[in-house]
């Protein structure tokens, strides 16, 4: 059934997050009265073709592992007779000094997407892995890629009871099994296991830790935001961050985007303004409506915070190092006589094109599309997100739970349950919970990153740490070493591998047995 | 449909839970070549009314508490469509110094059984509540009592489907979700959370504070045999500490219990040799195999040894202190001419008819019905049960785990997962895992007690302790104080009390709050 005006616009956004609620100077309109719009957390990698497809063949060969499969029960916490279904997952053992010398095990929390995509994206663990004698797994999150219940995509996603097993305490007695059963058949019962996992894989490493001491001995949560829930830290956190990244670089770039809302409102409702936009946004198709534009603009201002690295990279777009400034230079640096549109669009071109091959641009669609994250965001994952009248860049938004709760009603028939993360996992008053409780948890962030603000910012324990750095941005640590490494960064990661050293050593000598590699 | 003689002979063994397979020098019957019997774990406290039905009026007029209901999720860990259930709890606030002052909660794990019964068995937390200003909080396990899922005991017993949210893991989390909303009803989030909880209760209490540190500060753990799971402890331990129970007291009483097996098969194969069984043991009705008789025996050593508390106490059945050594008497000093039988069957007679009200004694004749912890034991519960030759005063009996997964798919129609706890909960190895993991947990045992054997019985870490009593039995120190309290009971729970003052202290001084009375 095709969706009314009237439903759509209340309808869920998709990676972008933020619609167009604007209180502009410059805008001729008063929009405050405009009913408050519901959104949902922003993705952490977005919807781009990277997450639900393999990683290229280039990609591939740089990094050897081998694919395997392992069933799995669909519930772990109950008895209900439901079908099992396969978990895919890589292996590299080419390292490991095996089971007699209590060879680690490095085990990587697969998130929401394809495994082939993060494994291929953590060159970390596999720079690592030789200097431990450690083997790698990358076991798949369920529901994404190939470990899909029900035997296919479209029956696992047709619908809540379907998908109703998408969570994350499934995920983790996942991996808890898996790896049991790894080590089982390894005979390398005794081999300890450390855990990697980056944003949304990261707080699964952390948890996993917490939840499942037994089975890991330590955890590098990078990126991790295990506070970004009900009322831990303000819900204008993440839209501050991203705003403060490119204040950071130009207040008049910051102003200039903050102004653009008004603007583009303004534009798209003059006769023609929705073609006028089309045009100055060389969008492929003529626009429905402003807020299409807008989510495709705020989308790229997140992922741009998110991938501010130091050097160029290809996470999940071709980028010149620290892009938030190329961007601004875009739109600080146009000639005097270009429009607001027209520098944003300049601008925002860093980001969607920067190898300049694009010759139209095609917006995102399908802003209903019913996948994977978009179903934990409106169940367990739900992360209040707001965004402020003065620090932000962003329109003006209150997060309101009720629109949020219909909203995800109407889109998946599922009620969300906005408390349950911090029940089962906890977050509130942190601090004076794990002073006394568990240990081996590195929390790595960039402050770059706008998700470093729901995560772990300073040390809760002598063994549960933090590691900040101010020019970092969404787990950079985890990538690969480059020869652009900044020294900062190169110290950071001589940290972590130093804490896992120790993790691992004190754990042989509890085993009394010796490391010789 | 009635079963064939077959079926049964291969069937389920209720609360007793060891079979006749006896390789006795005084059988002139060799067995064994008779294929081995399965069993279960034998069951905490016996399927006693008690445990089914509210606590007699005089009981429940000694505590006084509120009965409240609280809605809970069937599934905690998915998002299936099912239908809620009413958990009830009871409480009790006549000593809260209320949520200002930060008063602590105190919050009994119930366990397999009606929650009136735990609650007026659980002295200890009443006793203790006075002195911390502390409010009591009981809820139920779902299943059982009045907290039952589909309305009603038939339907939520009906099959394996409705059986299927049976599981510790969903008892904790309704704990989980319960005590989060009680503090926040009660405004009392920064209120202090001290689990309890004794045998399954305490494994309860123990895993919640691994699981949940962010909702209790430590666990009481009361004879709670975490370890008594795969090949952690060796599958005799039980039965051993049993035996030696009854070795203490007297070898010969052992070697009569030991040699009565072999005696009875012997007398129950002769002609009319049952109708002899059912005179010597006062049966009402006539006897239908050896080992409905043998079950009913074995029950009754394995529960002695459990309640072999160092005064008269009533807490499954009316005994007397010491009630081994009593039993042991009775076996050991009838008149020269008395038969092995007879001897036994005086001997039992003080755990069956300790007030000698009874006429003639009732077999339990339903050995198959399906209640909650038989669904336990055969899904997640799966402890290893063997009977040593040597050892062992039982007929030997090595534990099969085909047969048993045989017995609880005909029984139940499902399947066991004999190592899912330890993979969510650990056991292996606890001592290097929790060293450096956890704090805040005390593991209270008697040596008498069968169950200790399966428990943590030294020190874990600073924090995570052991409380060893030599003449304690199962969760003696939960029991109410009395008069006739030996020295080192008093003793184990002063010390059980300066520990929880100075988990509370601690908090209260993370919280910089002041406790003053």
């Known amino acids: 059934m095709p969706k009314t005006r009237q439903q759509k616009q209340n309808s869920l956004y998709l990676s972008p997050v933020i619609t167009i609620v604007i209180i502009s100077i410059l805008s001729p309109l008063s ?59 890589l292996i590299n053992t080419d390292h490991w000094v ?25 060159g970390f663990v596999w720079d690592i892995a030789p200097r431990f004698g450690a083997m790698l797994v990358f076991p798949e999150h369920r529901y994404y890629g190939e470990s899909m219940p029900y035997g296919s995509t479209e029956v696992a996603y047709q619908n809540a009871t379907t998908l109703s097993y998408l969570t994350a305490e499934q995920a983790l ?8 059963n790894l080590k089982q058949n390894l005979s390398a019962e005794a081999s300890p296991v450390v855990l990697f996992g980056g944003s949304y894989g990261g707080m699964l490493a952390a948890w996993m830790r917490l939840k499942y001491p037994h089975i890991a001995i330590g955890a590098l949560a990078s990126s991790a935001p295990i506070l970004q829930f009900e009322d831990i830290v303000p819900p204008e956190t993440f839209y501050n961050i991203v705003s403060s990244d490119f204040k950071r670089e130009s207040a008049s770039c910051f102003n200039t985007i903050k102004e653009s809302w008004g603007e583009l409102v ?15 946004f060389h969008l492929c198709r003529e626009l429905n409506s402003t807020e299409d534009l807008a989510d495709w603009l705020e989308s790229a201002y997140s992922y741009l915070a998110m991938v501010d690295y130091p050097y160029p990279s290809d996470f999940m777009m071709p980028l010149p190092g620290y ?3 190329e961007v601004c230079k875009k739109i600080d640096n146009a000639p005097d006589a270009t429009s607001i549109l027209e520098r944003i669009f300049e601008g925002v071109s860093v980001y969607y094109n920067y190898t300049g091959d694009v010759d139209c641009f095609q917006l995102d669609d399908d802003p209903h599309g019913l996948d994977g994250w978009n179903w934990q965001a409106c169940t367990e994952m739900v992360m209040p997100m707001s965004s402020s009248r003065d620090k932000s860049m962003f329109p003006a ?28 996992f906890g977050g509130h008053d942190i601090k004076s919970v794990l002073k006394l409780f568990g240990s081996n948890i590195i929390f790595s962030n960039g402050l770059l990153d706008p998700w470093s603000g729901g995560s772990v910012l300073q040390n809760l324990s002598e063994t549960i740490v933090a590691l900040v750095t101010e020019e ?46």
């Open 397 to 424: 938004y209150d997060y309101n739970y009720s629109s949020f709760k219909e909203e995800c009603w109407n889109d998946f028939n599922v009620i969300p349950r906005p408390r349950w993360i911090t029940t089962e």
């Open 173 to 180: 007695a996942d991996f808890a099994v898996f790896i049991t």
């Open 31 to 89: 929009l405050a009265s405009q009913p408050s719009k519901f959104r949902r957390a922003p993705r952490f990698v977005g919807k781009l073709s990277h997450l639900t497809e393999p990683p290229q063949r280039q990609q591939q060969q740089q990094y050897r592992y081998e694919t395997r499969y392992f069933e799995q029960r669909l519930d772990h916490f109950s008895f209900a007779d439901l079908p099992t279904f396969s978990q895919r997952y």
């Open 323 to 325: 892009p938030i400034r």
């Open 266 to 280: 303004s534009v798209g409702q003059k006769e023609n303004g929705l073609l006028e936009l089309t045009k100055t």
């Open 98 to 122: 095996g089971p007699n010398r209590l060879g680690p095990i490095f085990l990587y929390c697969g998130n929401e997407g394809d495994i082939e995509w993060f494994a291929v994206n953590s």
């Open 472 to 517: 970092g941005a969404h787990h950079l640590d985890l990538r690969p070493s480059t020869n652009e490494d900044p020294d900062w960064l190169k110290k950071q990661r001589e940290t972590e591998i130093k804490l896992i050293e120790d993790w691992i050593d004190n754990y042989y000598r509890g085993k009394k047995a010796t490391f010789n590699m």
